[in-house]
């Protein structure tokens, strides 16, 4: 238990896996029965990204600060940190208002992260054409200026439930799950557990509503992961048939990847991914993939929408970088 996402927040992997959670929550409130999400690795809520933990690897540079600002109009990679001396931009009044707005509910986080004010604080360049964010991008996006803090999935899932939809998260490691039961502590829709994520796939699937999403986000800190994956979502198709399923998953070399695909039923599920570049070296995080097994009507080809307009705003043109959808073929 070692892991912890603050240092990880707001990274490339965190915009793609949470841009891809809004859509899916958004097919889910298509309809008007109401849902229940089951988070099993659910982290601390947020994240402050002008924490000592957040810029120790500073990953949020490479991206939600560079999603907010090259989708603002600017033409080169900013590190925040160094804001002063970046290529200029022309804010969205829209982010920038959204910026400035308290954010709802929680008093104990009312000022806005000074990281990602100076995306949209700086000053306007004449000439430079304002470019708006893809619409499939702009409600996860308008969701992280809202909140001042990096939002992890709880608080964007949160954001999303309507009045009867409900949510409970697990989280086990103490801190983690202290801040996260601190952030819903009065809310009566979302119910914090310290327990162990895959034995919850036991205990609350199947929902009292019949339908919803199980969201499966482990820190990948062992080998073992992706067998637990696979188990942990064998149990949650068994107990839950009808229910959306979506794992992430990094992707570092493609032969953990190839196992994990081979050991599933392939039955409805289709493997989104973003490649940085091509997974030859094994050392590090070269793309990630989220799984998602019963996808809501249309989703693939919204999360096609979303993972094109995500790699030219991510990516740096290396060789093998790559956005693509894809079906598990039927045996
Ligand atoms: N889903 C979050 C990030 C979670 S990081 C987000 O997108 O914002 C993974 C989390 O899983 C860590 O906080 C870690 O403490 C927790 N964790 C690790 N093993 C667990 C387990 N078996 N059950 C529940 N939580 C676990």
Redesign the pocket.
């Known amino acids: 238990?070692n892991?912890?996402?603050a240092f990880h927040?707001g990274n490339f992997a965190?915009c793609m896996?949470?841009a891809l959670l809004v859509a899916l929550l958004r097919g889910l409130t298509r309809k008007p029965a109401p849902f229940f999400v089951l988070?099993?690795?659910?982290?601390?809520?947020h994240y402050d990204l002008a924490s000592e933990a957040a810029l120790r690897g500073n990953e949020a540079a490479g991206g939600i600060m560079r999603l907010l600002d090259r989708s603002c109009g600017t033409r080169a990679p900013v590190d925040h940190t160094s804001a002063g001396e970046a290529a200029s931009t022309v804010p969205d009044p829209a982010l920038a208002a959204a910026i400035d707005r308290p954010p709802a509910g929680d008093t104990a986080s009312a000022e806005p992260d000074p990281g990602l004010a100076a995306v949209v604080d700086r000053p306007p360049a004449g000439d430079a054409a304002f470019a708006a964010p893809d619409p499939a991008l702009a409600e996860y996006l308008s969701l992280v200026d809202r909140s001042g803090l990096y939002p992890?999935?709880?608080e964007l899932i949160r954001a999303l439930l309507r009045p009867d939809d409900r949510l409970a998260c697990?989280?086990?490691?103490p801190d983690?799950h202290t801040a996260l039961r601190r952030l819903f502590r009065d809310d009566r829709q979302v119910a914090v557990h310290r327990?162990?994520?895959?034995e919850a796939l036991k205990a609350l699937l199947p929902p009292v509503q019949k339908r919803g999403l199980v969201?499966i986000?482990?820190?990948y800190?062992n080998p073992d992961e992706f067998r637990h994956l696979a188990d942990g979502l064998a149990l949650a198709r068994s107990r839950f048939p009808t229910g959306v399923l979506a794992a992430w998953y990094p992707i570092k070399h493609r032969a953990p990847v190839r196992a994990f695909f081979a050991g599933l039923r392939p039955r409805d599920v289709i493997a989104a991914e973003l490649l940085l570049r091509a997974p030859l070296d094994p050392t590090r995080l070269n793309g990630c993939g989220l799984l998602v097994v019963n996808p809501p009507y249309q989703f693939e080809q919204l999360a096609e929408t979303i993972l094109r307009a995500l790699l030219p705003l991510l990516g740096n043109g290396e060789a093998g970088e790559a956005a693509t959808v894809t079906r598990l073929a039927d045996e």
């Open positions: 238990m892991y912890r996402h927040a965190d896996k949470h988070e099993t690795h659910a982290g601390a809520g992890g999935s709880p697990c989280e086990l490691h983690e327990r162990d994520g895959w969201f986000d482990p820190p800190e």
